[in-house]
Nanobody, 124 residues
Framework: QVQLVESGGGLVQAGGSLRLSCAVSGRTFSSVAMGWFRQAPGKEREFVAA????????YYADSVKGRFTPSRDNAKNTVYLQMNSLQYEDTAVYYCAATWARSVVAMASEVDYWGQGTQVTVSS
């Protein structure tokens, strides 16, 4: 059974950094496409970044380009989101997302499995 377990959220001052983790179990990790989404209060869930199946590339929303970097560790069955130069506007619940049906996932409608979410709060 597929499970996505997130960790790494917390409170950080503007300009600081956090690294989110998402551990994946239940299916072959090397073939999964992973995405990161976030949802702020009163707003729709939005795409943040994605990393393709093993050997593929990375993708970013314009709002985080140059600051956030997704990565994959196949040995640990874990994906990460390194977040640098955090801004108040980055405050949201962050969700990892998975699909085995596509090579890249960048839309919520393409997601097959969601993590439980982890809160990121950036103080100004």
């Amino acid at each position: 059974q597929v499970q996505l377990v997130e960790s790494g959220g917390g409170l950080v001052q503007a300009g600081g950094s956090l690294r989110l983790s998402c551990a994946v179990s239940g299916r072959t990790f090397s073939s999964v496409a992973m995405g990161w989404f976030r949802q702020a209060p009163g707003k729709e869930r939005e795409f943040v970044a994605a990393i393709a199946r093993s050997g593929g590339g990375t993708y970013y929303a314009d709002s985080v380009k140059g600051r956030f970097t997704p990565s994959r560790d196949n040995a640990k069955n874990t994906v990460y989101l390194q977040m640098n130069s955090l801004q108040y506007e980055d405050t949201a619940v962050y969700y990892c997302a998975a699909t085995w049906a596509r090579s890249v996932v960048a839309m919520a409608s393409e997601v097959d499995y969601w993590g439980q979410g982890t809160q990121v709060t950036v103080s100004s």
